[in-house]
């Protein structure tokens, strides 16, 4: 089969992972800010939907090409193999972004493209000026210029990947599924190890470590807008998901620990666990993060705690994460992360970070603190 290019978006700062899970799954890539760029087959695009963790979409790139007129924009456009990927009653939605182009009306952009979609597919099905009826599959278009470099490309993934479909309910500012994904694969965490998620909120953080210890794909539970393409064969998405519930564990034994201050978030992350099918893995109960009493002496402890971000909140976080430290100090062989916003975080925890390291909870720049437990002396032989 003819080899394809897709891109996994991904939030800044974690491109790194995208890049180590897609290597991971057997393709090769190359990174770039804010994506990772994919070799790959149309058959490839159900596994990477599947299993990455850590991306937003998949995208699957049509054409990239340069253009700083409306002319060359619907030339090129017109040009490209449409009828290939979709059907005649395709509905199509075309979505644009400009940066730092010559063509910087998005409005403009996404007019000129889907037209010369339309200019194409009425050639290509030999329909003449008959309007594309759209009441097919949808094919989500996007026209994207970067300094005048156009990329066109259609979104394999549907709803955002960080959906898995068991998160019904979530807290009032709850974290994203990729984001949590992404804090446990930074962590040193493995899965005989001890996991405690001291701020559950809606569980994401717990249940993310549950379907990463038990090897059970994100996107098990979910559908994507492309398993309805007939470019992508349906048996690439049959063994795609055969090979899904194959590798999953799903009755291995974890040592996951999830708390929370609040009793109707305890409630929500008990929920939130039976709607992924790992609630046999986590404990939940309802305990203060700075209570902390473990039963093992070694392990994981890790967190989204408050950000204090308005002004008559900063003292009573403070407090917290002062609170938190003098707690975890107790037990130096756990690792302790927290991601949080809060610049003065390692003074008022007490202790600076082994590492830290920029990431993006949505739009909110955040640091990740990194504290790395002392190492078990192994037994002699």
């Keep these: 089969m003819a080899k394809r290019l897709v891109i996994a978006t991904a939030a800044m700062g974690i491109e790194a992972l995208v890049a180590k899970e897609v290597r991971a799954l057997g393709y090769e890539c190359t990174v770039e800010d804010g994506k990772v760029y994919i070799d790959c087959e149309m058959e490839d695009i159900p596994r990477l939907n599947m299993w990455l963790r850590t991306a937003d979409r998949i995208k699957l790139v049509v054409a990239e090409f340069k253009a700083t007129t409306f002319e060359q924009l619907f030339d090129r456009v017109k040009a490209l193999p449409w009828s290939e990927l979709m059907p005649w009653d395709a509905n199509y939605i075309v979505n644009g972004r400009s940066v730092k182009s010559k063509l910087f009306s998005i409005r403009d952009c996404q007019k000129i493209t889907e037209k010369a979609i339309v200019s194409h597919m009425q050639a290509a ?162 305990r203060d993060a700075a209570d902390f009493k473990p039963k093992e002496d070694f392990g994981v402890i890790m967190g989204n705690p408050p950000y204090g971000e308005r002004l008559e909140d900063e003292r009573e976080v403070r407090q917290l994460y002062r609170r938190l430290g003098n707690a975890y100090k107790e037990y130096p062989y756990y690792s302790v992360y927290m991601i949080t916003s809060y610049a003065e975080f390692e003074k008022a925890y007490g202790l600076p970070a082994t590492k830290r390291r920029k990431l993006y909870n949505g739009n909110i720049e955040v640091q990740f603190y990194q504290y790395y437990g002392l190492r078990r002396k192994r037994p002699q032989s």
């Excluded at 099905?125 to 970067?146: C, I, M, Q, R």
């Excluded at 993310?208 to 994507?224: C, D, K, M, T, V």
């Excluded at 992508?232 to 899904?244: D, F, M, S």
Aim: hydrophobic content about 45%; overall charge negative; some cysteine.
């Design 125 to 286: 099905y030999n329909k003449g000026d008959e309007w594309l009826p759209k009441t097919g599959a949808s094919f989500p278009v996007e026209v994207a210029l970067l300094k005048d470099i156009a990329t066109l490309t259609i979104d394999t993934s549907g709803e955002a990947l960080h959906k898995r479909g068991y998160r019904e309910f979530h807290s009032a500012a709850p974290l994203k599924e990729t984001m949590a994904a992404a804090m446990i694969m930074l962590s040193n965490w493995k899965p005989d190890m001890p996991f405690y998620d001291v701020f559950t909120g809606s569980g994401t953080i717990a249940i993310e470590a549950a379907l990463i210890g038990r090897n059970i794909a994100p996107g098990i539970s979910r559908e994507f807008v492309s398993q309805e393409w007939k470019c992508i064969p349906k048996q690439a998405w049959t063994n795609a998901i055969k090979e899904a519930n194959e590798k999953a564990e799903w009755d291995k034994p974890l040592k996951i620990y999830a708390s929370d201050a609040d009793p109707e978030m305890v409630k929500l992350a008990k929920k939130n666990a039976e709607l992924a099918e790992v609630r046999d893995a986590i404990n939940v109960s309802l």
